[in-house]
């Protein structure tokens, strides 16, 4: 599950690449249907409701609420396991509430990946690298489900299941597995409303901002310009490059207080970020090597005196193979 953090880690998503609509066959235009169904009901929607993220042996407990209306987007989401944490959303501008820190996070996301708006709206490509099928029906959450299933074609990337609500189109359940078809993550539904709030009071943030409490800014700005220094040799299929930006943190008074370049890859439903920092003699020695985070996996490299983080839903050896082309241009 995607938590704040102080870069409010994201994985982006925005596909570009060649459509498969033309060469469907009607019945994996149906499925591809119902997927864009899930990308759209996700946003277009109002609902509330309870679902829990499990991977391995832990699992994690949040409500959500989300309102669609007069063309805003408003979203509150409680985490109700451990630490308190609600991220409340209106449009783009996200503010991460951390009681026990006594911090709040703004940061300005012009797209978003959270469940159950897990998809992007278009499907460029998809069918190039996964196998696209429905896989019968079932019941989540007291409601009827079609099951849609991606396989994926090689070793790069996992697989993924969708329970998709029937009538609407809202994502009730997702499940990630691996190669050899075991679950690594679910997200599902345990209750679910249909339908806004009677009063909108509900978005309201239950943490008491004092004065007391830190703000930091999350900003980001294009580096396309910036990027050159870099080489991506070991690029995997499919994974195309989405964006390159700088990001920093802010602290009141305007203090930059980190400044990293982040660039995201994507195949249509994985997304892999690499980020890139200079090392410091202040800096502590980096943990490098292969981490995992649930289905995440994480990989850090000390390149030519820079730290290089890659991260991203796809197997570790995927994550491994795609940092080590990772080069400073001329070298």
Not at 299 to 321: E, F, S, T, W
């Amino acid at each position: 599950m995607k938590k704040c953090a102080l870069w409010g880690v994201v994985l982006l998503v925005a596909l570009a690449g060649r459509s498969v609509w033309g060469q469907a066959t009607p019945g994996q235009q149906d499925t591809l249907q119902w997927l864009q169904r899930v990308a759209a009901a996700g946003q277009q929607l109002s609902y509330s409701g309870t679902f829990v993220y499990r991977s391995g042996g832990q699992s994690e407990t949040s409500r959500i609420v989300h309102v669609s209306a007069n063309g805003n987007q408003l979203e509150k989401l409680e985490v109700l396991d451990g630490s308190p944490r609600e991220v409340i959303r209106r449009n783009d501008e996200v503010k991460c509430y951390l009681p026990d820190s006594r911090l709040v996070i703004v940061e300005q996301r012009s797209a978003r990946r959270a469940f159950p708006a897990l998809l992007p709206a278009s499907f460029a490509g998809l069918g190039e690298h996964y196998l696209i099928r429905k896989s019968g029906r079932a019941r989540v959450a007291g409601y009827d489900s079609q099951i849609v299933r991606l396989e994926p074609r090689d070793a790069w990337r996992y697989g993924h299941q969708f329970w998709i609500e029937q009538d609407t189109g809202l994502l009730l359940k997702a499940d990630l597995f691996d190669g050899r078809g075991e679950s690594l993550e679910t997200l599902a539904f345990t209750e679910l409303r249909m339908g806004a709030p009677a009063s909108l009071d509900i978005l309201k943030p239950n943490a008491i901002q004092k004065p007391d409490w830190q703000v930091r800014q999350a900003k980001t700005r294009d580096a396309r310009g910036e990027e050159s220094r870099w080489l991506f040799r070991a690029e995997l299929p499919g994974f195309r490059r989405q964006a390159v930006m700088r990001r920093n943190i802010e602290q009141d008074g305007g203090k930059v207080e980190q400044d990293v370049l982040h660039w995201v890859f994507s195949d249509g439903l994985a997304a892999i970020s690499v980020f890139i920092n200079a090392l410091s003699p202040s800096h502590e020695k980096p943990d490098i090597g292969i981490h995992s985070l649930g289905a995440i996996s994480i990989v850090k490299r000390v390149v030519d005196g820079y730290l290089v983080v890659v991260m991203g839903d796809i197997p570790p050896l995927a994550a491994q193979h795609f940092a080590e082309g990772i080069e400073v241009r001329g070298k």
